[in-house]
């Protein structure tokens, strides 16, 4: 089975602080993601990554960046937080793009 | 821009019951669409995976349809258990040609009830 670890399940930090969410999957997947949900937002997809050291941005990438430095690990980085990135963070990985996403199981960040 | 709608919102059915979820999209040049199941606090577990190319896929009590002309998928749940409760979402990959991305619907929220 495919497992998708996350660092940390819940996390409170403050406004300004930088922040680091980690990601690591163990099936030598290609592609990795982060999302952020958010009620009545649904899921919404802020970076993706479809190798070691290339990224990608989706739809929401304002104040966030992301580093890749080995295949099996994905870090999102808010540069400076704020209270508007307060939400449920999850990460995501897949082989190839014809097969499924696998995710992990989320970490409620809240910013103070 | 591809917009994914799922209805109902919410569901609540007895122990027994076979139901059918939907999910619709606006544009059909879709990769893929995959369902997931999210339990309280959880991250996503994927159900099934249907390729533009197939019309449905089957594991277990679920099945999934795909009709891309239509712009709709249905999740079919065959004698529904309690323990299928949990927020049902449907997600469209290869909007824009990014085979890579998936746009997520807001979910269904099912309840069964013993």
């Known amino acids: 089975d495919v497992k998708v670890t996350q660092s940390s399940r819940y996390l409170v930090k403050r406004t300004g602080e930088k922040v680091f969410l980690e990601c690591v999957q163990d099936m030598d997947h290609e592609n990795m993601f982060w999302y952020r949900q958010d009620p009545g937002l649904g899921l919404r997809l802020i970076y993706f990554s479809y190798d070691v050291k290339m990224k990608e941005k989706g739809d929401i990438p304002e104040g966030y960046s992301v580093s890749r430095e080995k295949k099996e690990r994905f870090s999102l980085i808010l540069e400076s937080a704020s209270t508007n990135q307060t939400s449920m963070y999850l990460c995501?990985?897949?082989?190839?793009?014809?097969?499924?996403?696998?995710f992990g199981d989320g970490t409620r960040l809240s910013i103070l | 821009k591809q917009e994914v709608t799922q209805i109902p919102a919410a569901l609540s059915v007895p122990e027994g019951e076979n139901l059918v979820l939907n999910c619709s999209f606006t544009?059909?040049?879709?990769?893929?669409l995959q369902w997931f199941r999210q339990d309280p606090g959880k991250g996503l577990t994927s159900l099934l995976l249907?390729?533009?190319?197939?019309r449905e896929q089957t594991s277990g009590r679920l099945n999934a349809s795909l009709d891309k002309s239509s712009g709709r998928s249905t999740l079919y749940i065959a004698a529904s258990q309690p323990g299928d409760s949990a927020t049902y979402l449907c997600a469209v990959g290869g909007y824009g040609g990014a085979t890579n991305k998936l746009i997520f619907g807001t979910g269904t929220l099912l309840a069964v009830q013993p």
């Open positions: 249907i390729q533009s190319s197939q």
């Open positions: 544009d059909s040049a879709i990769y893929n």
């Open positions: 995501a990985s897949s082989f190839q793009v014809v097969r499924p996403q696998h």
